[in-house]
Protein backbone atom coordinates (compact mmCIF):
# COMPACT_ATOMS: atom_id res chain seq x y z
CA UNK A 1 0.00 0.00 0.00
CA UNK A 2 2.94 2.46 1.19
CA UNK A 3 4.81 1.46 -2.52
CA UNK A 4 1.81 2.79 -4.45
CA UNK A 5 0.82 6.10 -2.64
CA UNK A 6 4.75 7.00 -3.33
CA UNK A 7 4.38 5.46 -7.15
CA UNK A 8 1.54 8.02 -7.52
CA UNK A 9 3.44 10.55 -5.75
CA UNK A 10 6.32 10.10 -7.98
CA UNK A 11 4.15 10.20 -11.10
CA UNK A 12 2.76 13.79 -10.05
CA UNK A 13 6.22 15.04 -9.21
CA UNK A 14 7.33 13.98 -12.53
CA UNK A 15 4.26 15.50 -14.32
CA UNK A 16 4.82 18.46 -12.42
CA UNK A 17 8.53 18.63 -13.31
CA UNK A 18 7.39 18.29 -17.01
CA UNK A 19 5.19 20.86 -17.25
CA UNK A 20 7.79 23.55 -15.13
CA UNK A 21 10.37 22.56 -17.74
CA UNK A 22 8.32 22.91 -20.90
CA UNK A 23 7.46 26.25 -19.34
CA UNK A 24 10.58 27.89 -19.03
CA UNK A 25 12.26 25.88 -21.86
CA UNK A 26 10.72 28.57 -24.77
CA UNK A 27 11.72 31.99 -22.30
CA UNK A 28 14.45 33.66 -23.91
CA UNK A 29 15.23 35.89 -26.77
CA UNK A 30 15.40 34.76 -30.74
CA UNK A 31 15.72 35.23 -33.95
CA UNK A 32 12.53 34.61 -36.38
CA UNK A 33 13.43 33.10 -40.07
CA UNK A 34 10.64 33.47 -42.15
CA UNK A 35 10.16 31.41 -45.46
CA UNK A 36 7.62 31.84 -48.14
CA UNK A 37 7.40 30.27 -51.76
CA UNK A 38 10.80 29.24 -51.06
CA UNK A 39 12.71 32.66 -50.30
CA UNK A 40 14.14 32.86 -46.72
CA UNK A 41 14.56 36.53 -45.07
CA UNK A 42 15.28 36.72 -41.32
CA UNK A 43 13.12 39.05 -40.33
CA UNK A 44 13.18 39.74 -36.64
CA UNK A 45 14.28 39.47 -32.98
CA UNK A 46 11.11 37.83 -30.45
CA UNK A 47 11.95 37.56 -26.91
CA UNK A 48 9.19 35.19 -25.33
CA UNK A 49 8.33 35.66 -21.62
CA UNK A 50 5.08 34.34 -19.46
CA UNK A 51 3.92 37.52 -19.41
CA UNK A 52 4.00 38.72 -23.50
CA UNK A 53 5.90 38.40 -26.78
CA UNK A 54 7.90 41.38 -27.82
CA UNK A 55 8.83 41.80 -31.80
CA UNK A 56 11.17 44.74 -32.02
CA UNK A 57 8.79 47.36 -30.63
CA UNK A 58 5.61 45.70 -30.56
CA UNK A 59 4.54 44.22 -27.24
CA UNK A 60 1.66 41.09 -27.23
CA UNK A 61 0.33 40.47 -23.82
CA UNK A 62 -0.39 36.62 -22.86
CA UNK A 63 -3.39 35.24 -20.78
CA UNK A 64 -1.68 31.97 -20.92
CA UNK A 65 1.28 29.48 -22.48
CA UNK A 66 0.11 25.49 -22.97
CA UNK A 67 2.60 22.86 -23.58
CA UNK A 68 1.07 20.00 -25.66
CA UNK A 69 3.39 17.55 -26.36
CA UNK A 70 5.99 18.72 -29.14
CA UNK A 71 4.05 22.02 -29.52
CA UNK A 72 3.27 25.25 -27.49
CA UNK A 73 0.82 27.41 -27.58
CA UNK A 74 0.28 31.16 -26.41
CA UNK A 75 -3.12 32.53 -26.06
CA UNK A 76 -4.20 35.98 -25.73
CA UNK A 77 -7.42 37.00 -22.99
CA UNK A 78 -9.86 36.00 -25.58
CA UNK A 79 -8.10 32.29 -26.15
CA UNK A 80 -7.15 33.31 -29.66
CA UNK A 81 -3.53 31.55 -30.77
CA UNK A 82 -1.11 34.05 -31.33
CA UNK A 83 1.70 31.20 -31.24
CA UNK A 84 1.65 27.96 -31.99
CA UNK A 85 4.92 25.99 -32.99
CA UNK A 86 6.77 23.29 -32.40
CA UNK A 87 9.22 22.62 -29.86
CA UNK A 88 12.95 21.36 -30.74
CA UNK A 89 16.46 20.89 -29.62
CA UNK A 90 14.78 21.38 -26.14
CA UNK A 91 13.38 24.73 -26.81
CA UNK A 92 16.03 26.08 -28.54
CA UNK A 93 14.09 26.18 -32.12
CA UNK A 94 10.54 26.65 -32.64
CA UNK A 95 8.53 26.04 -35.97
CA UNK A 96 5.41 27.62 -36.89
CA UNK A 97 3.62 27.16 -39.63
CA UNK A 98 1.24 30.18 -40.78
CA UNK A 99 -1.61 29.51 -43.32
CA UNK A 100 -1.20 30.72 -46.31
CA UNK A 101 2.28 32.67 -45.45
CA UNK A 102 4.49 30.17 -44.73
CA UNK A 103 6.89 28.82 -41.86
CA UNK A 104 8.40 30.75 -39.31
CA UNK A 105 11.66 29.37 -37.46
CA UNK A 106 12.70 30.75 -34.43
CA UNK A 107 16.35 30.43 -33.07
CA UNK A 108 17.44 31.03 -29.80
CA UNK A 109 20.27 33.45 -29.30
CA UNK A 110 20.73 34.16 -25.78
Known sequence: M???????????????????IAGNAIEGTY????????VQVRSATVELTP???RE???????STWEHSGDY????DKHGAALLHARIEDGG???IQQIEGIGTATFTRID
Open 92 to 94: DRL
Open 51 to 53: QYI
Open 31 to 38: AMTMEAMG
Open 72 to 75: VTAR
Open 56 to 62: GDNTTAI
Open 2 to 20: KTRSLSSLALLLAALANTA
